[in-house]
């Protein structure tokens, strides 16, 4: 859409998350603002894994932070389990906090280089787990396991000792130890070798199956993102461009913006047509200053005069696939 | 002048710390012809960077041994003295670094990281320098060059800066370029138009590149011949097509079937390679990759394979058990039988993780293997070759590559 609406939204009571029109804005230099993201919304069922697509500065990031309140958005509403999280202030967010877990890009930088790896994963439950360290380290001891590393070994160990892969497991367990009702995954794979990636990814979809886990999985990679997602929202310089069941968006893109994502993919395979004569060159445009009506127009090789003035809003255009586009790749349903 | 601009003998670059000695590029020959792209692919560590800054001697570290030989054009590279290095830098060879941010000054305009060896190679004053430069910038497509001009470099996005450091490396016209994981830190569509830009300034001055990564997808459509490294060394080398269709090494099987694939049905199992590239101070005896390998037999772990060249011309490899011979087709029926993890793991029977016990004791895989092969030959009944969820690319491998050889 780089557009706006609600049309993709299902039924409230049977979401475990729905956001609606959140905005983040941050201050920027010289009385500017930085319009991060610019009135999503979007909901994820119970047990399902949302794929958040975009490039820098699309404000993924941006989303997945506001989601845990880190910083509060600046308007919209953030419904975890019926509970508007915006509202929340002091020690009743900070409780409510628990129920949400992050895990970040880089492994390394992501856990304390100066406490041991037991102290590291246990952290959350010394402030909101039972007060008994052995229960602590049970607790510990299974999630590490879960996610593959000898716990007994690594308990004394610091996160240095460890390999990147190994650091995001760990960061992985320590996530899970709170048993949240929503993860949210930023980048976890980008920083890591491809063959240490299919690691974690089959890591990640085990434990969703084992401990029936609900993820927003943001990524940049759209390969990366189809083998774990059941849907996939696009988002472009903070606005929502296409949100769709994966399988269907992978096979009908209908945003102009997604099929330059997926056309941008490297394919293993030395017969694959290289697009050389990009149709869609630039970058994204500043987000202090971004583009009128849809903002994906300046680079958009179908924008017309009409993009220019108007918003496009969220239309259907197969079963639970929607795209914000004047001019989509796909004739919209009636 | 002979039709190879590089031509790599034996190369070894060693690296004393105080654990031992680190052999980061152990015993590595290629040779390069004009002209032509030599993709460069392997895990982390497995010793790609280190290999094309051997190439320019730029390992400058106290505790680096390089040894063997660097024939570019004609001229032995190892002999040179760093006064005759810098006159080939930028001039002969120059290359592009993996982080855009950290391979430019940050307190130094654009303009003037660009004009700097303009003015010291060719001896430009400052205005054509400053021609020149903004011509450099215009042609990697940088839109307002003169705006860029005054820049620093944080005022720019990675995809702009990592443009500028491609002007950088092409500004003095060099003949060869190395691109060490040039796209790596880079959004995918910003990936795209990058890679695109080097083939097309590749094709406009003829250079010869060497392009270093971790992702089979970015050097499948762009380079005219691979050469995959493990541990150090090159473990098959072939043409681009070649590879695709007719791989010989377990290490590069893995490596493809690891990648995620954007055509593939949503929570598609990958297939990971179980454990981690092994330890360069102290590698292991016989094939490096035995320990992670599901073809792995007794034989592996007592000697290392050497290259050896199949029938397609420029296609080599380094394996006891290929894949797509009889041989490799029998270890694997055996490991199936015998229940040896790494193989389980590629069957996907097991999860993969580095932590999976990797290790291999000789004695008893011998043992395994052995007792393996007896109920074999008696009938027992397994799992089928490829067990049930069997390495995705095996069958169709097979088949191609029966013909092939």
């Known amino acids: 859409m780089a557009g706006s609406g609600k049309a993709h939204l299902r039924p409230a009571d049977e979401m475990v998350l729905r956001v609606e029109d959140l905005v983040v804005e941050f201050p920027s230099g010289r009385g500017g603002t930085v319009h991060a993201v610019s009135g999503i919304s979007f909901d994820i069922a119970e047990g399902e894994t949302l794929g958040l697509v975009g490039e820098s500065g699309c404000g993924k990031s941006s989303t997945g932070r506001a989601l845990l309140q880190l910083p509060k958005p600046t308007s919209g509403q953030v419904v975890l389990d019926g509970e508007d999280l915006v509202d929340l202030q002091g020690e009743a967010m900070r409780r409510r906090r628990t129920n949400i877990q992050m895990i970040f890009q880089d492994p390394i930088s992501s856990l304390n280089p100066r406490r041991k790896i037991g102290e590291v994963v246990a952290e959350p439950l010394r402030v909101w787990g039972p007060r008994d360290p052995d229960e602590q380290w049970a607790l510990v001891r299974e999630m590490l396991e879960a996610v593959g590393i000898d716990a007994d070994l690594a308990r004394d160990k610091h996160a240095y000792q460890f390999s990147g892969g190994q650091c995001q497991r760990i960061s992985i367990a320590r996530a899970l130890v709170m048993e949240p009702k929503l993860i949210i995954c930023d980048e976890p794979v980008s920083a890591l070798d491809v063959s240490v990636q299919a690691q974690i990814l089959n890591m990640l979809e085990s434990l969703k199956d084992r401990y029936g886990l609900t993820l927003v999985f943001i990524a940049h990679d759209l390969a990366v993102v189809r083998h774990v997602s059941d849907r996939v929202a696009v988002m472009y310089l903070g606005k929502m461009c296409e949100v769709s069941e994966s399988d269907e968006l992978y096979a009908n893109p209908a945003h102009p913006y997604s099929k330059l994502l997926l056309e941008s993919v490297p394919i293993p395979d030395p017969l694959a047509p290289i697009d050389t004569e990009i149709q869609i060159e630039g970058e994204l445009p500043s987000p202090i200053d971004p583009p009128s009506g849809c903002r994906f127009r300046t680079r958009c090789p179908y924008a017309t005069e009409l993009c220019v003035t108007e918003e496009p809003q969220m239309q259907k255009v197969a079963d639970d696939h929607f795209v914000a586009c004047h001019h989509p790749l796909v004739e919209v349903m009636a | ?405």
């Not at chain 2, 205005?127 to 820049?151: C, D, G, H, T, Y």
């Not at chain 2, 691109?179 to 097309?200: G, R, S």
């Not at chain 2, 499948?220 to 541990?231: L, W």
């Open chain 2, 1 to 405: 002048m002979s039709d190879e601009l590089l031509v790599v003998k034996d190369l070894r670059t060693y690296f004393e710390v105080p654990a031992g000695t680190v052999k980061a590029v152990d015993g590595v020959s290629l040779s390069l012809p004009r002209s032509k792209t030599l993709g460069v692919v392997g895990e982390s560590g497995s010793g790609k960077t280190v290999l094309s800054r051997s190439i320019m001697r730029l390992n400058m570290a106290s505790n680096a041994m390089t040894s063997g030989s660097i024939i570019y054009d004609g001229e032995e590279l190892l002999d040179k003295t760093p006064a005759e290095m810098q006159q080939i830098w930028g001039e002969e060879m120059a290359m592009v670094f993996q982080d855009p941010m950290t391979s430019l000054n940050p307190v130094v305009k654009v303009g003037r990281q660009l004009t700097e060896h303009v003015r010291y190679h060719l001896g430009l004053g400052r205005s054509e320098a400053k021609e020149q430069a903004l011509a450099m910038l215009r042609s990697v497509r940088i839109p307002e060059a003169e705006a860029r001009f005054n820049a620093y470099p944080h005022q720019l996005s990675g995809g702009m800066r990592q443009r500028v450091c491609i002007a950088i490396a092409l500004a003095c016209g060099p003949k060869m370029l190395f691109a060490d994981e040039p796209t790596t830190a880079l959004d995918v569509t910003v990936q795209h138009q990058i890679l695109n830009l080097l083939a097309a300034q590749q094709r406009e001055r003829h250079m010869t590149m060497i392009l270093v990564t971790h992702d089979l997808g970015v050097v499948a459509g762009r380079t005219d011949e691979i050469a995959v490294m493990y541990a150090g060394r090159i473990v098959e080398k072939a043409p681009t097509q070649t590879l695709f269709q007719a791989l010989r090494h377990p290490y590069t099987q893995a490596l493809l079937a690891a990648i995620p694939k954007v055509d593939e049905p949503k929570h598609t199992k990958l297939t990971a390679i179980i454990g981690r590239p092994p330890d360069l101070v102290n590698p292991p005896v016989g094939c490096a990759f035995a320990a992670r390998c599901p073809y792995v037999q007794p034989l592996c772990l007592e000697e290392a394979p050497e290259l050896t060249p199949t029938p397609t011309p420029g296609h080599t490899f380094a394996c006891w058990y290929p894949i797509g011979s009889e041989e490799n087709q029998h270890a694997w029926e055996t490991n199936m039988a015998a229940g040896v993890p790494q193989t389980l793991a590629a069957a996907g029977e097991i999860e993969a993780t580095e932590d999976t016990e990797a290790e291999v004791d000789h004695d008893h895989l011998a043992e395994v293997v052995e007792a393996a092969e007896a109920d074999l030959a008696s009938g027992a009944p397994f799992d089928g070759p490829n067990g049930p969820d069997g390495p995705v690319a095996e069958d169709d491998l097979a088949a191609s590559t029966e013909g092939a050889s």
